[in-house]
Nanobody, 120 residues
Framework: QVQLVESGGGLVQAGGSLRLSCAASGRTDSSSAMGWFRQAPGKEREFVAGISGSGIGTYYTASVKGRFAISRDNGKNTVYLQMNSLKPEDTAVYYC?????????????WGQGTPVTVSS
């Protein structure tokens, strides 16, 4: 089993920044690819960003490319999502998860998420 604890969300004005953190424990280690997902009200959960176990490979959905940056600290088993130039359409609950390194498909274990609200 995998335990995931997301934090760092909040209310921010459009154009602002937030840094999300995800602490992972359990059946995961530094070789596991990790990803961030989000679910906006009334919408399905979607992939936002992914990072390889080494941290060298990073992947982004088109809508956040150039604004968001995913990183990890394997010594702390923590993954980060730096979000800049936030837009109202980024408003969602953000989740992290262990993912398949090729498909970015998430595991079935989810944390509670951290809400992000971007006001216009």
């Amino acid at each position: 089993q995998v335990q995931l604890v997301e934090s760092g969300g909040g209310l921010v004005q459009a154009g602002g920044s937030l840094r999300l953190s995800c602490a992972a424990s359990g059946r995961t280690d530094s070789s596991s690819a990790m990803g961030w997902f989000r679910q906006a009200p009334g919408k399905e959960r979607e992939f936002v960003a992914g990072i390889s176990g080494s941290g060298i490979g990073t992947y982004y959905t088109a809508s956040v490319k150039g604004r968001f940056a995913i990183s990890r600290d394997n010594g702390k088993n923590t993954v980060y999502l730096q979000m800049n130039s936030l837009k109202p359409e980024d408003t969602a609950v953000y989740y992290c998860n262990v993912v398949n390194g090729v498909t970015m498909r998430p595991s079935r274990y989810w944390g509670q998420g951290t809400p992000v609200t971007v006001s216009s």
